[in-house]
């Protein structure tokens, strides 16, 4: 049996790499998130067309999650449902390299599955990292988880604005792409890491500790400030 010290190093080891994959996740992500209004002006789009894409990608991404929470609880598939999910939404972004001029109802269709993909994995992924952050500290776990989010996030746009400042005196249009295809990098980088921390942790519940010993939740006033909050 597993020392309660090697398992807290475990669950903090885990969260540290899923942290890695938000990071990388979040460059791909908020990196197209910094151009695609105007990727999308340049494929043709109206600006009543962004808008409604913008709302539908949003409205999808966040009511498809009680779908899909409600489903991986049933399920228990966490790791099956986090893999897709992200292969769904890191992948949907380099495609968007692939969308010729003119072609923004492609484009659009693509920003609407990356928020399906988001969808899909955010419900499981975060469940996963329950499971360590109940052995390292729920608020710290999800801090990490946070802070590596926020440095991939400004990571994105600033890599962007290089190829962008690189690619100045290029067809606009043609920069967007490149910039989508580079997006690709980060992307790719995400989905290997989040299979190898699959293959290293295939079993994040075993971290939970044994419910006949975990604490009882309590609706204490901490609690209910964050609701209110």
């Known amino acids: ?113 990356q928020r399906i993909g988001k969808a899909v994995k955010k419900p499981a992924k975060d469940t996963l990292l329950s499971f360590a952050a109940t052995q390292y500290g729920i608020g710290k776990g999800f801090a990490i988880q946070e802070v590596m989010d926020q440095i991939g996030a400004v990571l994105g746009p600033v890599i962007l604005f290089l190829v962008l400042l690189l690619k100045q005196n290029d067809d606009l249009f043609s920069a967007y792409s490149a910039c989508f295809l580079i997006l690709g990098v980060p992307a790719l980088i995400t989905v290997l890491l989040l299979l190898f921390a699959r293959h290293k942790f295939p079993n994040p519940e ?18 209910i400030l964050y609701i209110i909050a």
């Open 206 to 223: 075993r971290f939970e500790p044994d419910t006949k010993t975990a604490a009882k939740f309590k609706m204490n006033r901490a609690f």
């Open 1 to 113: 049996m597993r020392k309660k010290s090697e398992i807290k190093k475990a669950a903090f080891a885990f969260i540290v790499l899923m942290g890695i994959v938000s990071l990388f996740s979040d460059v791909t992500h908020e990196g197209a998130a910094s151009i695609i209004g105007a990727y999308l002006s340049l494929a043709g789009a109206s600006a009543a067309a962004i808008g409604f894409t913008s709302g539908l990608g949003g409205f999808i991404g966040y009511s498809l999650r009680l779908i899909t929470g409600m489903v991986a609880d049933r399920t228990g598939k966490y790791w099956p449902m986090t893999i897709l999910g992200y292969i769904i939404d890191c992948m949907a972004i380099p495609a968007l390299a692939l969308v010729p001029r003119g072609g923004w109802i492609l484009a659009c269709g693509l920003i609407v599955l």
